[in-house]
């Protein structure tokens, strides 16, 4: 080839190299794979709804957020939750911001809507104080709508929009954790049976996700519910030994999760929807199974908190937390540490076994 030269003496080889560094730079902000990304949810996922409200549910303190760049934000975590995992996965260069703090074009690469302590029920979760339950965040989630039908113009543009995006929902933990089986406060845990509660549950969460559906969503991942009863909380007040996790709670959490499955399969019968479930349960017990395989050592404490288990109080306003907290797989009485969210959420994106999602991950949701 002949040498090129360019006026201000710039040779083909410079121009290989411009072009080459232009391609990475390209690369690295590719557009995400989904145009946005609405989150629904409770305090593992919550990323600063709950800051400004009269709730015992925040964490806007530090040592939350010690590990987070931001600092303390209203994230029950040291860091990343499973949401902000998923959403870098996904592709998107920031991380998706709360509802309580959207402002317009924002909405269009989508919202967290999630608020710690809320449940499917709308009193779960009321001993903390102020909460957005489910029914709430869908609500808001329908003012969004309005919102981005104003800024695309009509309905049916934003219709399009919305039927590209990922709408992740994890519900159902403070339903079984602040309610059913705090009989001190609610009176679920004499009124049903296990099998009945889920039944409840279920059809309510059915009603809920029916709303989002007519409102335009259709790529659906439903998280499952975690393993509650190995919380530290839980050890710490039902556990004889401290490290066997409660059976009868998370008994009663495998029949609701079981009846997930079910609902993901009769949403999938209607047009253009795309539901699937991640078994946060199933992801959880092989991390317990074998936590030295995944880097973790400690997996019955929080890293920060009071009591037995560190978990008898969660983590208090300025406490100093356990310093190798990469190595803990829950950060308080009830949350997973980073480290736990950066697997959970990896595996909701690429399932690693089978029965990580049903029947798609997030990955192929997004493709779908």
Same mark, same amino acid.
């Given at each position: 080839?002949?040498?090129?030269?360019?006026?201000?003496?710039?040779?083909?080889?410079?121009?290989l190299i411009?072009?080459?560094?232009?391609?990475?730079?390209?690369?690295?902000?590719?557009?995400?794979?989904?145009?946005?990304?609405?989150?629904?949810?409770?305090?593992?996922?919550?990323?600063?709804?709950?800051?400004?409200?009269?709730?015992?549910?925040?964490?806007?303190?530090?040592?939350?957020?010690?590990?987070?760049?931001?600092?303390?934000?209203?994230?029950?975590?040291?860091?990343?939750?499973?949401?902000?995992?998923?959403?870098?996965?996904?592709?998107?260069?920031?991380?998706?911001?709360?509802?309580?703090?959207?402002?317009?074009?924002?909405?269009?690469?989508?919202?967290?809507?999630?608020?710690?302590?809320?449940?499917?029920?709308?009193?779960?979760?009321?001993?903390?104080?102020?909460?957005?339950?489910?029914? $709430?965040?869908?609500?808001? *989630?329908?003012? &969004?709508?309005?919102?981005?039908?104003? /800024? %695309?113009? !009509?309905?049916? =543009?934003?219709?399009?929009?919305?039927?590209?995006?990922?709408?992740?929902?994890?519900?159902g933990s403070?339903?079984?954790?602040?309610?059913?089986?705090?009989?001190?406060?609610?009176?679920?845990?004499?009124?049903?049976?296990?099998?009945?509660?889920?039944?409840?549950?279920?059809?309510?969460?059915?009603?809920?996700?029916?709303?989002?559906?007519?409102?335009?969503?259709?790529?659906?991942?439903?998280?499952?519910?975690?393993?509650?009863?190995?919380?530290?909380?839980?050890?710490?007040?039902?556990?004889?030994?401290?490290?066997?996790?409660?059976?009868?709670?998370?008994?009663?959490?495998?029949?609701?999760?079981?009846?997930?499955?079910?609902?993901?399969?009769?949403?999938?019968?209607?047009? $253009?929807?795309?539901?699937? *479930?991640?078994? &946060?349960?199933?992801?959880?017990?092989? /991390? %317990?199974? !074998?936590?030295? =395989?995944?880097?973790?050592?400690?997996?019955?404490?929080?890293?920060?908190?009071?009591?037995?288990?560190?978990?008898?109080?969660?983590?208090?306003?300025?406490?100093?937390?356990?310093?190798?907290?990469?190595?803990?797989?829950?950060?308080?009485?009830?949350?997973?540490?980073?480290?736990?969210?950066?697997?959970v959420g990896?595996?909701?994106?690429?399932?690693?076994?089978?029965?990580?999602?049903?029947?798609?991950?997030?990955?192929?949701?997004?493709?779908?």
């Open positions: 080839m002949a040498h090129i030269e360019l006026r201000g003496g710039l040779g083909f080889g410079w121009v411009l072009a080459l560094v232009s391609m990475s730079l390209g690369s690295v902000r590719s557009d995400p794979e989904v145009p946005c990304y609405f989150i629904f949810g409770d305090s593992l996922v919550d990323n600063g709804n709950n800051n400004n409200m009269a709730s015992l549910a925040r964490a806007n303190y530090p040592p939350y957020g010690i590990d987070f760049p931001n600092g303390p934000t209203g994230r029950f975590c040291n860091g990343l939750t499973t949401v902000d995992v998923i959403a870098q996965l996904l592709g998107f260069d920031d991380l998706i911001p709360p509802y309580a703090g959207a402002r317009g074009d924002q909405l269009l690469t989508g919202v967290n809507f999630a608020s710690a302590a809320a449940g499917i029920r709308e009193e779960t979760g009321q001993q903390l104080g102020g909460r957005i339950s489910f029914g $709430g965040q869908v609500q808001n *989630y329908q003012a &969004a709508v309005q919102q981005v039908v104003n /800024i %695309l113009g !009509d309905e049916d =543009s934003a219709a399009n929009y919305l039927s590209k995006c990922i709408f992740t929902v994890g519900m403070n339903d079984y954790l602040n309610n059913y089986f705090m009989p001190a406060f609610y009176s679920t845990g004499r009124q049903y049976t296990p099998e009945q509660f889920a039944d409840d549950l279920i059809n309510r969460y059915s009603q809920h996700l029916t709303t989002l559906y007519n409102y335009g969503a259709r790529k659906v991942a439903l998280i499952g519910v975690g393993q509650v009863g190995c919380s530290p909380n839980e050890l710490a007040q039902l556990s004889p030994n401290g490290v066997t996790c409660v059976d009868r709670i998370n008994n009663a959490i495998q029949i609701f999760n079981q009846k997930l499955v079910a609902l993901v399969d009769g949403f999938n019968t209607l047009p $253009g929807a795309h539901f699937t *479930y991640i078994n &946060a349960y199933g992801i959880f017990q092989d /991390i %317990l199974n !074998d936590a030295g =395989s995944f880097g973790l050592t400690v997996t019955n404490r929080g890293c920060c908190g009071v009591g037995r288990n560190n978990g008898q109080v969660t983590c208090l306003p300025y406490q100093a937390p356990c310093p190798n907290r990469d190595e803990y797989l829950f950060w308080d009485a009830f949350h997973p540490t980073e480290a736990t969210n950066i697997i990896k595996r909701s994106y690429s399932a690693q076994s089978p029965s990580d999602a049903h029947p798609m991950d997030l990955r192929r949701l997004a493709q779908v």
